[in-house]
T-cell receptor
């Protein structure tokens, strides 16, 4: 079955540590996205990539970094510069104007 | 301008009732309006979508009503079931924003049996 795999489902880190969230897709989609979900705030775009080796900042990119070395992979690093990193992180992909297809998310807790 | 305002924040409906969630926007360049459904611990999934050239779209128990002049659109869930309990997000897209989706804040729907 085609889809997006996000791992791990739950992640715990101490404040001041960088952490990388994995996102892999086998849908052969060119575009991939990272969203952050907080209660009452909807989904906010962190970074997106429309093609391999290229990515752009979204609305809330500060404190995050990404890479897109392979079409199927779009890892997100939450750095120690992110002031409020505890959240539910969603990866998505699409092709052209097709609907976004989401993974099942990673819940990150930083204490 | 790149905002979609969604209400209510939460909604409780009796089984068999009608659930109504509303969204409003300002940017008239938005040309695609999807609704996503999200169950706890899962990613959102596309439920139904509409373009501004039609006023209504129905798929089973789910209907989008679109009012272009008022810049509002709404999701109606007829004969609501406990299995419909989820978070619902409206969204909008425009080429001005690189065809990326702008999401509303979400509505938590609970259908009581």
């Amino acid at each position: 079955d085609g889809g997006i795999t996000q791992s791990p489902k739950y992640l715990f880190r101490k404040e001041g540590q960088n952490v990388t969230l994995s996102c892999e897709q086998n849908l052969n989609h060119d575009a991939m996205y990272w969203y952050r979900q907080d209660p009452g705030q909807g989904l906010r775009l962190i970074y997106y990539s429309q093609i391999v080796n290229d990515f752009q900042k979204g609305d809330i990119a500060e404190g995050y970094s990404v890479s897109r070395e392979k079409k199927e992979s779009f890892p997100l690093t939450v750095t120690s510069a992110q002031k409020n990193p505890t959240a539910f992180y969603l990866c998505a992909s699409n092709q052209g104007n097709s609907p976004l297809h989401f993974g099942n998310g990673t819940r990150l807790t930083v204490t | 301008q790149q905002q979609v305002k969604q209400s209510p924040q939460s909604l409780i409906v009796q089984k068999g009732g009608i659930s109504i969630i509303n969204c409003a926007y300002e940017n008239t360049a938005f040309d695609y309006f999807p609704w996503y459904q999200q169950f706890p611990g899962k990613g959102p999934a596309l439920l139904i979508a509409i373009r501004p050239d039609v006023s209504e779209k129905k798929e089973g128990r789910f209907t989008i009503s679109f009012n272009k002049s008022a810049k509002q659109f709404s999701l109606h869930i007829m004969d609501s079931q406990p299995g419909d309990s989820a978070t619902y997000f409206c969204a909008a897209r425009t080429v001005e924003y690189g065809n990326k989706l702008v999401f509303g804040a979400g509505t938590i729907l609970r259908v009581k049996s």
